[in-house]
């Protein structure tokens, strides 16, 4: 429970167990794999797609020695497998954007003969040029950030799950081009349904058995007929993928009384590569407004250039959006959101409740402009 009160998750020998070998069989894993760890040891996913998957499989695992030699490490290591979350995947980029200007490298992979060259280079530089399977998880990552690995030859299969299920509800793979957007289908063996109320629920042998010592927050998360109740509102296209619309718990209502879902346009938002980090808010607001964190390369910018890039973003997603949903401002915060500073969760999910509270006088102020800073 990283961003409310702390729930004991008891997951079984034999659910573990389960989702380990699930996962090894879905991946097609072998033991001649190698994946680098550094995410916490008792998150959900390290705990299986790392951790349980190499003691199931044989394979080999290093650890990476601090988050100053991540990138070093990384290269020495040189992972067939490597499962991310959307925030470094974002990092990776703006560092290869930081070395070649996106309208040259967009040039440069234009051109048939050069483009497998450059995305050779790229891969081996980021030391991902021996991964036969990329993951992304734990967060939603923007389909334009899909994309542009994609260019690079870095397919990154999105997947989802929680400490209820050993991590293990959907996944993308194969990667497949024209599914970027959603998470994936389900396991062999999970069943998943979509209630009434646009919630994914799902059922099978990775489900928990119970909260520790929390009987009535048991109850409350299983449906009558024995569903776990995820928490996630989504859809399920004709071909059984699973595309994410937002958390119930987070959809906040406008003062016109109209909800709004913060996770879908803070994706379409984190299309523009000056963006780090995005918290979409509005409860009682007229109409929404989007708290954002720059990359610290657009420091090298001026404010106009910033504020040009930022203003036709928020035009261009704004016609993508109902008129309820539509963004009154773009607020330039001065703070980067970190683990440290108790606004990113370990595995960097932003903290929404203690960000809207930081910034609550920042977000009720009335704004001038449609793009404003902090201090402005």
């Not at 916490?40 to 394979?59: D, Q």
């Not at 040259?104 to 483009?115: A, D, E, F």
């Not at 595309?243 to 109209?258: D, N, S, V, Y």
């Not at 959101?337 to 009720?364: A, C, F």
Request: proline residues 5%; positive net charge.
């Amino acid at each position: 429970g990283s961003t409310g009160n702390p729930k004991g998750v008891v997951n079984t020998f034999g659910s573990y167990g389960w989702s380990c070998q699930a996962l090894a069989q879905a991946l097609k894993v072998g033991n001649k794999e190698r994946m680098l760890s550094y995410l916490p040891l008792a998150h959900i996913t390290e705990r299986v797609y790392v951790e349980g998957a190499s003691l199931y499989n044989g394979f080999s695992v290093a650890f990476v020695e601090s988050l100053d030699t991540f990138a070093e490490n990384l290269k020495a290591v040189s992972p067939t497998l490597f499962i991310s979350v959307p925030r470094l995947w974002t990092r990776f980029q703006m560092g290869v954007l930081a070395k070649i200007p996106p309208k040259k490298l967009n040039r440069l992979l234009s051109i048939p003969i050069l483009k497998g060259i450059v995305a050779k280079k790229i891969r081996q530089q980021l030391g991902l040029d021996s991964a036969r399977l990329f993951g992304s998880g734990s967060a939603p990552i923007s389909p334009a950030t899909l994309h542009w690995y994609e260019r690079i030859g870095i397919n990154i299969s999105e997947g989802w799950g929680m400490s209820e299920n050993n991590g293990l509800g959907t996944l993308s793979y194969p990667f497949r081009r024209d599914k970027i957007g959603c998470i994936g289908h389900p396991y062999d063996g999970v069943d998943l349904r979509i209630a009434e109320d646009g919630e994914i629920q799902l059922k099978g042998p990775c489900v928990m058995k119970e909260y520790y010592l929390e009987p009535e927050k048991t109850a409350e998360a299983f449906t009558a007929d024995g569903y776990l109740r995820t928490g996630d509102k989504g859809t399920v296209d004709s071909d059984g993928y699973v595309r994410i619309t937002g958390r119930l718990k987070e959809i906040f209502k406008t003062a016109k009384g109209k909800y709004v879902a913060p996770v879908p346009i803070e994706s379409l938002l984190m299309e523009n590569s000056l963006i780090e980090q995005i918290c979409v808010t509005g409860s009682n607001l007229k109409q929404p407004i989007a708290l954002v964190v720059l990359t610290p390369e657009a420091q090298a910018h001026n404010k106009d250039h910033l504020r040009d890039s930022l203003q036709h973003t928020l035009e261009h997603i704004n016609k993508k959006l109902e008129s309820h949903a539509r963004l009154d401002a773009m607020v330039v915060v001065d703070d980067s959101w970190s683990v440290e500073n108790g606004l990113l969760t370990p595995t960097l999910k932003i903290k929404r409740h203690l960000i809207e509270s930081k910034y609550h006088d920042l977000i009720q102020r009335e704004h001038a402009q449609s793009v404003v800073w902090q201090q402005a």
